[in-house]
């Protein structure tokens, strides 16, 4: 099997794989709580788990950085388990980690971001760090890019919403380990909007315990295996579809 991980590639090798122009792959996550069945790792280890199978997909070399655990999470702190960032360390961090990927040699990074509060602030960040560091830094949600895919998949809504049916789902295919099945009975909440799509007019700060009071959004009772194991692939399969185009210095 190949190896795609940064991490767990030697030096000369991830030499080789920046002479042939490989795309590396930078997760953006958050670790923040997903109601009382799911672990608080799960947008860190779904965006790095779809850009592992695009890697494996791709018809142009990839890597896969290590993920950006962290995130803008400040509307699930009141929950507790949440770490999260201010605007300004998110920044910091990612132009630290993107000049080093480009020191390595590499010329093309897509962001893949896993994490709803995450989509305005990373959509403003690309043109100041393709500025800063003379790159072309590009972004994607992958749940964007595999929009399609999902609508497809889910029974009880059209886009991931949080700890829902569709994150549970893939879940259940990824780590079933860390799911708490037992309490998939009571795993429910209200539908909301893609953070990027909400209709409302005026814009403003809104913890999530004022949308949810277990912390979940959409409705995890209808989440299986299969159908994450279909998201995932099918999420996988868009993100690999969109590495043929991407520009390079």
């Not at 964007?144 to 609508?151: D, H, P, S």
Request: contains cysteine; aromatic residues 4%; proline residues 6%.
């Amino acid at each position: 099997m190949v190896e795609h991980r940064w991490n767990r590639l030697t030096a000369p090798r991830l030499r080789e794989l920046a002479a042939q122009d490989a795309v590396v792959l930078l997760p953006v996550g958050s670790t923040e709580q997903h109601g009382e069945h799911l672990p608080t790792g799960v947008d860190d280890f779904l965006a790095t788990e779809v850009c592992r199978r695009a890697a494996a997909l791709a018809s142009v070399p990839v890597v896969v950085a290590p993920s950006v655990s962290c995130g803008l999470a400040e509307h699930h702190m009141a929950f507790g388990g949440t770490l999260t960032l201010s605007l300004s360390t998110l920044h910091a961090l990612l132009r630290d980690v993107c000049r080093s990927i480009l020191r390595a040699g590499f010329r093309r990074i897509l962001l893949v971001n896993g994490h709803g509060g995450n989509v305005t602030a990373l959509q403003a960040l690309v043109p100041e760090l393709t500025a800063e560091l003379a790159a072309p830094i590009a972004v994607t949600s992958y749940f964007t890019a595999g929009r399609t895919a999902i609508a497809e998949v889910l029974e009880t809504q059209s886009h991931l919403m949080h700890a829902c049916e569709g994150e549970t789902s893939m879940a259940l295919a990824a780590f079933p380990e860390l799911v708490r099945t037992d309490l998939l009975p009571r795993a429910a909440g209200p539908a909301i909007a893609l953070q990027a799509e909400d209709p409302a007019p005026v814009h403003r700060f809104v913890p999530f315990g004022e949308t949810t009071a277990n912390g979940v959004a959409g409705d995890a009772r209808t989440a299986t295996a299969d159908k994450g194991a279909a998201l995932l692939d099918g999420c996988a399969r868009a993100l690999a579809d969109l590495l043929v185009s991407l520009p390079a210095t």
